[in-house]
């Protein structure tokens, strides 16, 4: 239903800046919001940034706050992650993620990996100390 295709990640030392972009395809009138993951080695997926259209709203996972900035491109259908400060242990690779079902209603905004129907291929993204 919607395709999602990941860019930007890379190596880079400790300290410096990335910017990951989401370019979405497909029925991208049933997005309601798209998010960012990420897996880093033996871990978890864990939750890194959102925009929910529907709400209006951003919400970024703690481990992030203050250090990366989501944006979007409307007309674009993209969505980016500007990542500064960049620590080793944000090693991971980094998913673009959507909501097209709106599944408890359009004022919720979901930060759980599950709750997301379609999901990019995955970037990337190596930090070295």
């Known amino acids: 239903q919607v395709q999602l295709v990941e860019s930007g990640g890379g190596l880079v030392q400790a300290g410096g800046s990335l910017r990951l972009s989401c370019a979405a395809s497909?029925?991208?009138?049933?997005?309601?919001?798209m998010a960012w993951f990420r897996q880093g080695p033996g871990k978890d997926r864990e939750f890194v940034a959102v925009?929910?259209?529907?709400?209006?709203?951003?919400y970024y996972g703690d481990s992030v706050k203050g250090r990366f900035t989501m944006t979007r491109d409307i007309v674009k259908n993209t969505v980016y992650l500007q990542m500064n400060s960049l620590k080793a242990e944000d090693t991971a690779v980094y998913y673009c993620a959507a909501d097209v079902a709106a599944t408890y209603g359009l004022g919720y905004v979901s930060r759980r990996s599950s709750e997301y129907e379609d999901w990019g291929q995955g970037t990337q993204v190596t930090v070295s100390s």
């Open positions: 497909g029925q991208t009138g049933s997005i309601y919001a």
């Open positions: 925009f929910s259209w529907s709400a209006g709203t951003t």
